[in-house]
């Protein structure tokens, strides 16, 4: 599926500023643009066909990183952004967010922008800006086959009424080809935002739904943190906010691929071509929103972090304590040999957002042996599609006692198997992210 792009043989240029700030982008502009792109900064732009439109357009994937180092410095897997723009073809503010998203990370790592260089080398955009080409040159909302593409996606497809579903999920190669490179290319992704255009907005899970997402915790931590901070920008359910509507590409993304994902709607002048104010102005607001989502994706899930475990004859304690923004509801400790074989693992139990907990678990099943290696198993979100990760413990804060002397007295942790003692802990105060690198800080 996946084709690299070969530039275009051709005089033409991409568009002039004047004309780049003022009017949207065509089929054509947009491939010269992300084509210049391409020539011109290989070490962090690569450009892919990923598909083709109903009419044979190619859907460009622009994937943008520091590519000359496979992980973050200190040898981690990089974070992973997923953006789409323009399902609905005549929504071009959201197309031409999703184009300026791009082009701040490019021009500011051209311009030797600190911050964008640190972005770039731990962490992968992939943006494909226009998804409907066909639909944005005809400047309608649907594509060529009369079908709303944002109804067209397998998670509870055609169960609202809605309006040109398709005649099943994935009818379209457009969703078919988006759906497919979330599976194959980044179905871990970090970040999933896909943008439109229509109401001033932005939209978490479900849309189906007028109940709050099992990962409520960190939307409403992104929507009270942006608010404070950055934009008055409304952010809601989507059923809530907008209106019940199934098969969106927002509600496959968390529901099917477990990413934490929003629905940005730019303002409502998705019927004219062209803008007065410049571009860069008119979505300069939306854009910040952008960069903080961005620059703060570490946080977009649980982050366990054991700093101390005691296994005694019959019992564990740990010290558990979660650095991400998401809970998880399912945790377990696994004990494997050095040949990575699980020889045990514990009940589950669970941490909540940015809190902290002492666990004391049932150990009577474990049998030591040399060389034994202890991790941590957990999914990084509540929903139940979320990764699954499998984190080593450090030996550092292993210690080993032959009898449970010294563990806090609490004779129904045997039944319950887990404690969640708190009190002590009640009054840690968590401080906003918001400062130039938006970093949480503990006290």
């Not at 897997?77 to 609905?88: A, L, N, Q």
Request: charge should be negative; charged fraction near 20%; aromatic fraction near 10%.
């Amino acid at each position: 599926m996946l084709t690299s792009a070969s530039p275009i043989a051709t005089a033409q240029v991409g568009q002039p500023d004047i004309i780049q700030e003022h009017w949207y982008h065509t089929y054509a502009t947009l491939t010269l643009d992300l084509n210049e792109w391409a020539d011109n900064n290989p070490e962090i732009v690569n450009l892919l066909s990923v598909g083709q439109t109903e009419m044979g357009r190619n859907l460009w994937m622009l994937q943008i990183s520091d590519w000359s180092q496979d992980t973050k410095p200190n040898g981690e897997i990089k974070e992973v952004v997923y953006i789409d723009g323009g399902h609905h073809g005549n929504e071009h503010l959201g197309t031409e967010l999703a184009f300026l998203t791009a082009e701040y990370y490019i021009e500011g790592w051209v311009d030797g922008n600190q911050d964008v260089i640190e972005i770039l080398g731990t962490t992968e955009l992939h943006i494909l800006i226009m998804l409907n080409a066909d639909g944005n040159d005809l400047d309608t909302r649907w594509n060529i086959n009369q079908v709303d593409l944002n109804r067209n996606y397998g998670h509870y497809w055609n169960t609202c009424d809605s309006t040109q579903p398709g005649s099943s999920a994935f009818s379209e190669s457009e969703t078919l080809a988006n759906s497919i490179y979330m599976n194959e290319v980044v179905p871990h992704a970090d970040l999933y935002v896909t943008m439109h255009t229509g109401v001033w907005i932005m939209l978490y899970p479900w849309g189906k739904w007028p109940q709050q997402p099992s990962d409520w915790e960190m939307f409403h931590f992104i929507r009270d943190d942006v608010n404070s901070n950055i934009s008055e920008i409304p952010i809601q359910n989507a059923n809530q906010g907008l209106y019940p509507n199934c098969g969106t590409s927002r509600d496959y993304g968390y529901g099917v691929m477990g990413y934490p994902t929003f629905t940005f709607e730019t303002d409502d002048e998705q019927f004219l071509l062209g803008t007065v104010e410049a571009l860069s102005d008119r979505l300069g607001e939306e854009l910040d929103v952008m960069k903080y989502l961005i620059e703060n994706i570490w946080y977009w899930r649980a982050r366990l972090v054991i700093e101390d475990l005691k296994i005694g004859n019959s019992l564990l304690e740990a010290y558990v304590v979660n650095l991400g923004q998401a809970s998880t509801s399912n945790a377990t400790f696994h004990y494997s040999d050095k040949n990575g074989e699980l020889l045990w693992h514990s009940e589950t139990f669970g941490v909540n957002a940015t809190n902290e907990s002492i666990v004391i678990l049932d150990s009577n099943n474990l049998s030591l042996v040399d060389d034994g290696v202890w991790s941590i198993h957990y999914q990084k979100r509540v929903i139940d599609s979320a990764q699954w990760v499998d984190e080593s413990i450090n030996n550092s804060v292993i210690k080993i006692t032959t009898s449970n002397e010294g563990f806090l007295p609490a004779p129904s942790l045997l039944i319950n198997l887990i404690t969640l003692i708190t009190a002590a802990l009640a009054s840690r105060k968590k401080k906003n992210i918001l400062d130039k690198n938006s970093n949480i800080t503990i006290l």
